[in-house]
């Protein structure tokens, strides 16, 4: 019987889409408004879900406490308020797209929780677009 929980967490971010490969035009018209040299916010809505055996003990699939510190420590304070591009390194020549995003999220997370537990995050880039990975 294995049973998923979830915890919810939300960071600002600004990005923007660029291949720096393409010109100009092309990154305007494959990535429209995002490609703005400016740079443009989104608030992200992250979802962690851990799947797993109810441990008999505790009755716990996974410690909520210790998954919220470590979406806190390991993406909140990583993330929250920064510029992706600029700021966050694993994004220094990756697309911060909510796809690439949501794999470096998934990078992240995977070493800090149990490997008996199965793990996938969703993530909300506008109240309609959302990705998920779960590590395939
Ligand atoms: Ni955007």
Redesign the pocket.
Known sequence: MKVTVNRIAHFNAA?R?YNADWTDARNANVFGK?ANPHY?G?NYELIVSVKGEIHPETGFVMDMKILKSLIETEIEEQFDHKNLNEEVREFKTLNPTAENIAVVIWNKLRPKIDKKLALSITLY?TSRNFVTYSGE
């Open positions: 990005h889409l995002c443009h989104h880039e």
